[in-house]
């Protein structure tokens, strides 16, 4: 693994240029502030009369419209939502682009698939930090940075990578440390990760212990709590200090239990449900049927997203929430 830290920034390229930061929603928000608060001359393009035009002037920028943004920069930072990056790039972004003016992707997504095909003569680099857009501002705020992964899919100047790290550095994470890696590692890796256990795996495994509880008996409001409520404090251990941390901060009554169930289910049936899961996103399936749903309408994930608000913990978790949160008020 390699970590680009600020030793490794012989000057900041960007220090007198301007960057447009296309699109002003939970990356871009982030990144014009920290850019500017760098001392970096940015220019928010968005669509006139859209929320992320008001956001942008609430916050003190004077924003343009994409193209006219996209003109006058030496950078453009593309952080638009991935399902509409790629009509955007080919009518507002591409077009307008001036001569040797570099592109920054927060997410390899787009480019990674094929869905934008930058023009030549462009540097193509990936800074893309690991946080939510509030989490690297806050991070940025209090001064202690946030580690980002960074990747040139084209070095057209000969300078791609210095320009890499100054865009790092501006938005607030070449301090913390810099991951190589490229547009199609990091977009596999996170569309994997998403989908298998932070977004998909364990809201399934969330749902399936609720529901066995359930139908077993037991009060759904107790489900609810035991088998989501308390996952945080699980997944914080394991993100203060690994797996086995946690094992070792949890009761030995915890701990015996757990190796005794994950030897249940860590089936081949799971891996190989794992394996087709990561086909899917390599190929480009995944990526082409996204596409295709948003361009749509997203009618089906509309769908799917109201018959999960129907499920029973959905249901069982607002009374248990509001015991919690009057927990928490009367520590305050």
């Given at each position: 693994?390699?970590?680009?830290?600020?030793?490794?920034?012989?000057?900041?390229?960007?220090?007198?240029?301007?960057?447009?930061?296309?699109g002003?929603?939970?990356?871009?928000?982030?990144?014009?502030?920290?850019?500017?608060?760098?001392?970096?001359?940015?220019?928010?393009?968005?669509?006139?009369?859209?929320?992320?035009?008001?956001?942008?002037?609430?916050?003190g920028?004077?924003?343009?419209?994409?193209?006219?943004?996209?003109?006058?920069?030496?950078?453009v930072?593309?952080?638009?939502?991935?399902?509409?990056?790629?009509?955007?790039?080919?009518?507002?972004?591409?077009?307008?682009?001036?001569?040797?003016?570099?592109?920054?992707?927060?997410?390899?997504?787009?480019?990674?698939?094929?869905?934008i095909?930058?023009?030549?003569?462009?540097?193509?680099?990936?800074?893309?930090p690991?946080?939510?857009?509030?989490?690297?501002?806050?991070?940025?705020?209090?001064?202690?940075?946030?580690?980002?992964?960074?990747?040139?899919?084209?070095?057209?100047?000969?300078?791609a990578?210095?320009?890499?790290?100054?865009?790092?550095?501006?938005?607030?994470?070449?301090?913390?440390?810099?991951?190589?890696?490229?547009?199609?590692?990091?977009?596999?890796?996170?569309?994997?990760?998403?989908?298998?256990?932070?977004?998909?795996?364990?809201p399934?495994?969330?749902?399936?212990?609720?529901?066995?509880?359930?139908?077993?008996?037991?009060?759904?409001?107790?489900?609810?709590?035991?088998?989501?409520?308390?996952?945080?404090?699980?997944?914080?251990?394991?993100?203060?200090?690994?797996?086995?941390?946690?094992?070792?901060k949890i009761?030995?009554?915890?701990?015996?239990?757990?190796?005794?169930?994950?030897?249940?289910?860590?089936t081949?049936?799971?891996?190989?449900?794992?394996?087709?899961?990561?086909?899917?996103?390599?190929?480009?399936?995944?990526?082409?049927?996204?596409?295709?749903?948003?361009?749509?309408?997203?009618?089906e994930?509309?769908?799917?997203?109201?018959?999960?608000?129907?499920?029973?913990?959905?249901?069982?978790?607002?009374?248990?929430?509001?015991?919690?949160?009057?927990?928490?008020?009367?520590?305050?």
């Amino acid at each position: 693994m390699i970590v680009f830290k600020e030793s490794d920034l012989t000057e900041n390229l960007f220090e007198g240029g301007r960057i447009a930061v296309v699109g002003y929603g939970n990356q871009g928000h982030a990144h014009a502030l920290n850019l500017r608060d760098s001392g970096i001359n940015v220019v928010v393009g968005a669509r006139p009369g859209r929320g992320a035009w008001q956001r942008a002037e609430a916050d003190g920028f004077k924003p343009q419209t994409v193209p006219d943004a996209v003109r006058i920069a030496d950078c453009v930072a593309v952080l638009l939502p991935d399902e509409v990056q790629a009509q955007a790039f080919e009518n507002e972004i591409g077009p307008a682009l001036s001569p040797g003016a570099a592109l920054v992707f927060a997410h390899g997504f787009g480019v990674a698939f094929g869905h934008i095909n930058p023009p030549g003569g462009h540097d193509v680099i990936l800074v893309a930090p690991k946080g939510q857009g509030h989490f690297l501002r806050s991070s940025y705020v209090a001064g202690i940075g946030l580690p980002c992964l960074l990747g040139v899919e084209v070095d057209a100047s000969g300078q791609a990578m210095q320009r890499a790290l100054s865009y790092a550095q501006s938005v607030g994470c070449l301090g913390a440390g810099a991951i190589e890696t490229t547009f199609r590692e990091e977009a596999v890796t996170d569309l994997f990760g998403e989908q298998a256990v932070l977004c998909g795996g364990v809201p399934a495994l969330v749902k399936a212990a609720f529901d066995t509880l359930v139908e077993a008996g037991y009060p759904p409001e107790v489900a609810y709590i035991e088998c989501l409520h308390e996952l945080k404090i699980i997944t914080d251990l394991m993100a203060e200090g690994g797996v086995t941390y946690m094992k070792q901060k949890i009761s030995r009554t915890a701990a015996w239990g757990s190796y005794l169930a994950e030897r249940e289910i860590d089936t081949k049936a799971l891996r190989a449900t794992l394996r087709s899961i990561l086909d899917r996103i390599e190929s480009g399936e995944f990526a082409d049927g996204w596409r295709d749903e948003a361009a749509t309408g997203q009618r089906e994930l509309g769908r799917l997203i109201d018959g999960e608000a129907a499920h029973g913990i959905e249901n069982a978790g607002r009374p248990a929430r509001a015991l919690m949160q009057s927990a928490k008020e009367e520590e305050r």
